[in-house]
């Protein structure tokens, strides 16, 4: 029989090599395919065994042989899921380097340790490419090897019950690129127990421009997990369910464009943790293609593409670094655009010992931003917009932060509670609580450009908080806070920029250091009573100076207050929701829009029933300040959410008598004289 299948066999394989079509060796349901340009010698040895490219095949093992006209890619592993199977075929020029075996439509192929990344690179392999296509409900594919591959998804629905429908253990650089115009959709099931439903341990590139969906029900699962970085460009990403975070990853996250898109997740959105899957940092040699060099950081490099994320569990955050983060637009021609809501409560660190609260930015390094549109909501108690456990730099970008939960506080035992009286605030320790604020950085803070908007409504909310120094030397700069709207527990400069900050429970603008005021428009409301426009420590030994700008300020500025570059004045008759002109001299400084004045008397808010009818609005510019009401301004830049006018033109002058501040009182309860 042997000598048989062998003559039939030579037969066969010289009518290949005659019409130069392709010979397919199939082993049940892998096959390979050879072009008749490369199948050269084929050897029978005993009548036992066939090789092919010095791959060896057992006659006993061998299904089918067969010949077509098929066009073969080489360096291609094709798979092919159809229900409970799947067939896989192999380009003849790899053949000898993959091992492949399926199970029902489980598929598991290892890339020989023959093909190495140096291989790669002097062009003695090319990378490998596995096509995945068609459907299944019962599937997977796992991967293995040790060099960097494509893996190509072209039109793929895979459901794994029981574990991760593609896992990759593959600790290279994996490029997996979401075919054009094609929709794919990977499922794990409730009885998984895996890392992901898409886990890879290497480096993982997102690419291509079709669409990727992702659902993670297993009790472990994240929706997509590296072991290494994850790469981001063109495609879309669409993670709709995961029991833990959306993506995590480790080393770096690097956004590029395309679009990815968060929701129904148990933890946070995006987290990216500094130790790579297995602890320990990877080879230089093994750097990102055109990445980014800083490996094994935890970092993340926000760039271009619209990322769209909703977390709702208690302490998570829409986006996570363990290092630093980065905000930019880096091509000019791939805007960005990042949209995070949270909506959880605060929780009990047991560990820590503290309170812990969603945001949605935060890293545990610095933040920059220097680019891009940001809109952050919280409505979650306690929940931040941005926090930032080291410096926070904001030098370009348009950011929009509202804030509407309440601060939270916990008992010795960890029992927390919301808290919906300010007053209250104070009988916890900083450990204690979590208030909800705008923008939130435990170290220094420069705003040096860019278009940042701040609405806070709870309890506790501030605006704009740093633990350190701040200094603002330009930007526009809008802050509604029912706290503080502007605040540093250190010194704060302002030397350029146009800000509007209004504390409408608490101050406006509030240094617990000295606070200088040296150019720029500074435009504060403070709530009244012994809360000030504009405050100093000045219990600590504190003052402001106002040294140059040009200032306009609701309510009383801070006791003490060192003057000199120009001149101060105030007026005790003025309208709400009105819009007055304020000349330097005889030059139009700027145009702009009183806030709401309540009616009622008593201090200490701007609220239904508080106080600030009596509140002075205060003017200083470099030379002789003018102030005129019932003003039409038209043209110019209107900024700071419709509260500023900077080069309009204006109408309608009626001169308002204005008193000069000429000493102030050095007690408390903010009075003048």
Known sequence: MNKIVTSLMVVMLSTVAATAQTLNVSVGSVTDQYPAALTGEMTFSGGQTLTILNKTYPLSDI?????????????????????????????????????????????SITQSDEI????????????????????????????????????????????NPTGAPINITNGKRIAMSVKKSTTNTLTDGTESTAKACLYCKGHLELKGKGVLNVYAYGS???????????????????????????LSCNEYFLMKSGELNISGVGDDGIQCDIDNDEGTPIAASDAADGGHEDEDTGNMYLEGGTITIGVTADAAKGIKANGDIYVSEADSSTPLTINVSTSGGGVWDSTNKKTKASAGLGADGKMEISGGTLNLTSTGNGGKGISVDGTMNISGGSITVKTSGNAVGASASGTLTVITNSRTLDNYSSNYKSSPKGIKADGNMVISGGTISVTTSGVGG?????????????????????????????????????????????DGIDANGNLYIKGGVVYAVGSGGAEKSIDANTEGGYKLYIQGGTVIAVGDLENGASISGGTCKYTSSWNGESWYALYNGGTLEAAFKTPVKSTSGGGGGWGPGGGSSNQKLIVYTSSTPTLYKNITVTDGTTCLEGMLNIGGTVSGNTSSNLVTLSSYSSGGGGGWW
């Open 63 to 107: 299904t089918k042989i067969y010949t077509d006209e098929t066009a073969v890619t080489d360096n291609e592993v094709n798979v092919v899921y159809s229900g409970d199977a799947a067939l896989v075929y192999v380009a003849g020029n790899i053949a000898q380097y993959v091992t492949v075996t399926v199970n029902g439509a489980h598929v």
């Open 462 to 506: 501030e605006g704009i908080e740093t633990k350190g120094t701040m200094d603002i030397t330009s930007g526009y700069i809008y802050v509604d806070a029912l706290d503080d709207g502007i605040n540093s527990s250190s010194t704060m400069t302002i030397s350029g920029g146009y800000i509007y900050s209004r504390g409408s429970n608490n």
């Open 116 to 159: 190495t990344n140096d291989l790669i690179k002097d062009g003695t392999f090319s990378e490998i490419t596995y096509n995945l296509s068609g459907t299944s409900a019962d599937g997977s594919l796992t991967l293995g090897g040790s060099a960097k591959c494509t893996v190509e998804l072209n039109g793929l629905t895979l459901t």
């Open 220 to 246: 472990a699962a994240h929706g997509i997990k590296s072991g290494d970085y994850t790469e981001i460009k063109n495609c879309t990403v669409n993670i709709l369910k995961a029991t833990k975070d959306g």
